[in-house]
């Protein structure tokens, strides 16, 4: 009876998977899988600045920016398809927690696209390429004001969300905007004089504004975390996620004052202001430093239960892609630790961001391999397992 029972159900099940077809799981592609590319392009940026290379590291670079040029215009196309075949989802996916907090991921990677290629295609090229760069800094600049100005309403209006109850994904609502600092700090330098002073105090204003906002989300994620508990397995990657606005910060702070156009504008009329400026950043990078190591700690921590495999060797927790929580706000961290080490001219330091480096890219390496294997085996991309769920109140 057992045996003609388990016979009768096998089929249900392949019946149902043959009924989730292509169209029914493009349906379920949601911008959370955008937290790939923009983690992809901030191992890229962390590959170009990490402190002991070696022969070959620039080429993997560029081969690894490659890749994810060719995911991101991937993704563009499904979410494309996505809205073409069932045009209701658009609206839905922004409007819907937790899916409109990771459009912030899209306007992210198109940040970490603009840094690499200043670090990898401004070398080889001509000065054409410095102006398109910095005609792209003020498009997004521009761009992601606006949509950190009106998601903001948007998310009030249509998906109250209680602040006991929120998820570490809104931080990417402000992520997007701030990455114009950090943005600003990696392409002053390559930019004439008579631009650069425009770009660094755009630069440290959006930095400003992204980690106040940060700050401003911080104690809701905290009253959370300490009212709701650690929350599911899965997503507890996602608790990485505030790491990267004190590390973003740093790397903006110091990145900005070493390229402060000396002799020209403000700094001609106040010689001076250029080494204050310059000291400054670095000891307030110093000052942050610690409170981003404690935030990284606390997820760390909280996270280290669930991934040491059960004693039957199986894993406690299921890819999500949250996972990619555990890249992007880190390469922050790491690149905050690099920019330090190379101001206190601390070989130490540099040897802790290499390490840092090398554990960072075996993560990348990790969630790309579980990503891929969650797709085919439908762990998401699937109804009911996607960050479109709708929610009930």
Known sequence: MNGNGEALRRPSIQE??????LRDRIAHFTWANFTCTQSTGAIVVLLSMTPHQFHGLQTAGVVVFIIKLVIFLIFCSMMLTRFVLHPHMFKRSFTNPPELFFFGSFWVSIATTII????????HTGSWLVVVIRVLFWIYAAVTLIYATVTWVVAAAQAPINPLQINPAIFLMIFNTM??????????QSQPPVQQLPIIVAGIAYQGLGWIVSMMLLPWLIGSFL???LGSPDQRPGLFLPVGSSGYTIVSLIGCARYVPRGYGFFARVPGAADILQAAAVWVGIFLWLFTFWLF???LVANLPVMIPNRHLRSRMAFSLSWWGI??????????TIMIGEELQSNAIQW???IMTILLFAAWLMDLVLHIKALVTGQIMWPGKDEDVLKTS
């Open 16 to 21: 149902h998977r043959r009924r989730v077809g």
């Open 179 to 188: 990455l114009t600092g950090t943005a600003a700090a990696s392409i002053v």
């Open 227 to 229: 009212s709701n508990g």
């Open 297 to 299: 700690a606390i997820a």
């Open 116 to 123: 690499c290629m200043e670090r990898f295609g401004v070398p």
């Open 327 to 336: 890249i992007f706000p880190n390469v922050g961290f790491t690149i905050a």
């Open 352 to 354: 802790v961001a290499t």
